[in-house]
């Protein structure tokens, strides 16, 4: 299968300034390879640096070593080296991407939250909003809440939310960070039955979950990542903010 993520001799470590420039080993040398209708699940304890990896991935974090190599319309480019500005494009239309959290600009309805970024590529407002509705009525947003701001949401609104806006447009790729934590069982379906779909069109998913249910009907393929040496001095809690 040919790749269209792959990231190679990855190393990340984070440095605690304020208690005494402690270095926290995150990630060394790791390597990661998916392919097109892949859908690649991490796995590991708590402070592995799963989330970590999944913001170097996407250009939120600097790696201090390595190369992350995505096929983007056509030609292959180096996240890790991109400027400001391929990173943007990529994002606009080959990386989606779901955090764990919404973040929320005030005074933005939830339809216009999601259909950002078809309006981004070009879509003309009236297709965009269509299309924005559409995920929402998918994800069980109440018609009433279309026009409100999100700040007010509950969390699993939120979140629904936010993943209606990572699929609103087919990319390649897709990194989900714990996209059903606040979600109940029904919901939960919901999302997974997206994920699959969006994998049947080709898209590569990376993703965290925490539910095993969750991961085992969505994942393809586990990747383990394992803590590196602890530092000498006690830092699970150091490591819990660093991360």
């Not at 070009?122 to 924005?132: I, Q, Y």
């Not at 539910?211 to 394992?226: F, G, Y």
Request: hydrophobic fraction near 40%.
């Amino acid at each position: 299968m040919e790749w269209i993520l792959r990231a190679q001799g990855l190393t990340k470590g984070f440095t605690l300034h304020t208690q005494g420039a402690v270095e926290i080993p995150v990630l060394h040398q790791f390597d990661l390879e998916v392919g097109p209708g892949e859908s690649i699940a991490l796995v590991g304890p708590s402070g592995a640096g799963k989330s970590t990896l999944l913001r170097i991935l996407y250009g939120n974090y600097v790696c201090g070593q390595g190369r992350i190599l995505v096929r983007h319309q056509g030609q292959i480019v180096d996240m890790a080296r991109a400027t400001p500005h391929e990173i943007i494009d990529i994002r606009r239309w080959t990386m989606g991407y779901v955090s764990q959290f919404l973040r929320i600009i005030p005074r933005v309805s939830a339809v216009d939250v999601v259909a950002e970024p078809l309006r981004e590529r070009g879509a003309r407002p009236e297709d965009a909003r269509r299309v924005a509705e559409e995920m929402l009525a998918c994800l069980n947003i109440p018609r009433r809440l279309w026009r409100l701001s999100p700040t007010t949401f509950s969390g699993g609104e939120q979140q629904r939310i936010n993943i209606a806006r990572g699929f609103v447009a087919p990319y390649p790729i897709m990194i989900l960070d714990e996209p059903t934590a606040s979600l109940d069982d029904v919901n939960k379906a919901v999302v997974r039955r997206i994920i699959t779909e969006a994998r049947s069109r080709g898209s590569a998913i990376i993703s965290i979950f925490h539910d095993e249910k969750d991961r085992r009907q969505v994942a393809t393929r586990n990747i383990a990542i394992e803590p590196l040496a602890k530092c000498d001095a006690p830092d699970e809690s150091r490591l819990a903010h660093a991360l």
